[in-house]
């Protein structure tokens, strides 16, 4: 019996100057990033925006500071993919990762 059958893939995530927006490596992506961290910061704008698309799993700080919790799996991810991609956070479209 082979307990090491599975080949992990290792990726490095980085965030670009702009949006990257119909990446290839997207396509066949496990949704690491949207599962790998505990939050992302928001905008005003994009906290307003996601409250009208029914988040849940918004956190407004009395330093004015806006997040979507996300740690466990964004409550947007559907199957893997974005069920808000068109409507996304900036942060989510400038988040790219690559194979290393």
């Given at each position: ?9 290792k ?23 949207c ?39 964004c409550e947007?991810?559907d ?14 479209r ?7």
């Amino acid at each position: 019996m082979n307990l090491f059958k599975a080949k992990r893939v290792k990726r490095q995530g980085f965030l670009s100057d702009r949006p990257v927006d119909g990446v290839e490596s997207c396509r066949g992506c496990e949704a690491d990033c949207c599962r790998g961290f505990p939050s992302v910061k928001l905008t005003a704008e994009e906290y307003s925006t996601l409250e009208r698309l029914g988040a849940v799993r918004l956190l407004f700080l009395l330093n004015g500071e806006h997040y979507l919790l996300i740690e466990h799996g964004c409550e947007f991810l559907d199957q893997n993919s974005c069920s808000i991609y068109n409507q996304r956070p900036e942060i989510c479209r400038r988040f790219t990762c690559r194979e290393i």
